[in-house]
């Protein structure tokens, strides 16, 4: 929400009314007004550009351009972007993203020069909200692929019971080529003992890293669990198993060593 206030009498400050984003609902942060009007980072909604022409007479702001830098995400959470600069007298804006990067954009609003342009894999709005868009990267033939792999791995276990019981934790890192970590991405494995099978997952954080801990098992019956990988899906790339981290020599669940063998008695 944008609140709109009357300070020209600061003995009698007024409330003139309050912007409420019909779509794209997130944080709003930094804002700068420049002619009439005002371009505000608002983290997962990206960068929104609002008329503020009649805020004085009625405290109304009109929403007539936005640039999401994060596709499909409009949550309250604090990522996206968090600043932009509209000063430029080319007309260019300079924008913020947490872990998107860094934005220049060209505005086309009427009333001004210059206004905010496309991103280079879709084409920003002046009406209305897509219904969806696509991923943050897109590949083409011209241009080298953006990957997703596991950058870092680690398996530690603890003992529990005397040496009774022991307990191991996986540690994934994820980011793509560029080295962005893809935060959100799904990590699930398939965990096999004695026959039998259960599924467990961890989704990445924001500093890349998701932590699965498997169930506590008794060594003496099970001296060893198989896991195995299932198919990372990613809005950071497409998932290349063969760019892996090595663990043990080996690009950890790729096609050379799809199965992780788990040794619960030398834990």
Same mark, same amino acid.
């Given at each position: 929400?944008?609140?709109? *206030?009357?300070?020209?009498?600061?003995?009698?400050?007024? @409330?003139?009314?309050?912007?409420?984003?019909?779509?794209?609902?997130?944080?709003?942060?930094?804002?700068?007004?420049?002619?009439?009007?005002?371009?505000?980072?608002?983290? !997962?909604?990206?960068?929104?550009?609002?008329?503020?022409?009649?805020?004085?007479?009625?405290?109304?702001?009109?929403?007539?351009?936005?640039? &999401?830098?994060?596709?499909?995400?409009?949550?309250?959470? *604090? &990522?996206?972007?968090?600043?932009?600069?509209?000063?430029?007298?080319?007309?260019?804006?300079?924008?913020?993203?947490? !872990?998107?990067? *860094? *934005?220049?954009?060209?505005?086309?609003?009427?009333g001004e020069t210059n206004t905010p342009m496309a991103s280079p894999s879709y084409e920003p709005s002046t009406s209305k909200v897509p219904t969806s868009q696509p991923?943050?990267?897109?590949?083409?033939?011209? =241009?080298?692929?953006?990957?997703?792999? #596991? /950058?870092?791995?680690?398996?530690?276990?603890?003992?529990?019971?005397?040496?009774?019981?022991?307990?191991?934790? @996986?540690?994934?890192?994820?980011?793509?080529?560029?080295?962005?970590?893809?935060?959100?991405?799904?990590?699930? #494995?398939?965990?096999? =003992?004695?026959?039998? =099978?259960? /599924?467990?997952?961890?989704?990445?954080?924001?500093?890349? =890293?998701?932590?699965?801990?498997?169930?506590?098992?008794d060594p003496i019956k099970f001296p060893s669990v198989d896991v195995k990988l299932k198919p990372i899906k990613s809005k950071f790339g497409e998932y290349e198993s063969? @760019?892996?981290?090595?663990?043990?020599?080996?690009?950890?669940?790729?096609?050379?060593?799809?199965?992780?063998?788990?040794?619960?008695?030398?834990?």
């Open positions: 929400q944008t609140y709109i *206030f009357d300070v020209s009498n600061l003995r009698n400050v007024q @409330l003139k009314g309050i912007h409420t984003a019909s779509t794209r609902k997130s944080i709003m942060h930094n804002e700068y007004i420049k002619g009439d009007f005002v371009y505000q980072s608002n983290y !997962e909604a990206g960068i929104t550009i609002l008329d503020v022409s009649n805020a004085a007479n009625n405290g109304e702001l009109v929403e007539v351009a936005f640039f &999401d830098m994060i596709s499909g995400e409009n949550r309250k959470s *604090f &990522d996206g972007s968090w600043s932009n600069y509209p000063y430029f007298k080319s007309g260019i804006v300079i924008a913020t993203s947490i !872990e998107q990067g *860094f *934005f220049v954009l060209r505005p086309n609003l009427s991923s943050i990267y897109t590949n083409s033939p011209s =241009k080298p692929p953006v990957l997703v792999r #596991i /950058t870092s791995f680690s398996v530690t276990a603890k003992l529990f019971n005397n040496g009774k019981k022991v307990q191991s934790t @996986l540690t994934f890192h994820l980011e793509n080529t560029h080295d962005i970590k893809a935060k959100g991405t799904l990590i699930k #494995i398939n965990i096999t =003992k004695g026959g039998t =099978k259960k /599924t467990k997952q961890c989704r990445i954080s924001r500093s890349g =890293k998701c932590v699965i801990k498997l169930p506590r098992y063969e @760019l892996n981290n090595e663990y043990k020599s080996c690009p950890v669940f790729s096609s050379a060593c799809p199965t992780l063998v788990i040794d619960n008695v030398n834990a």
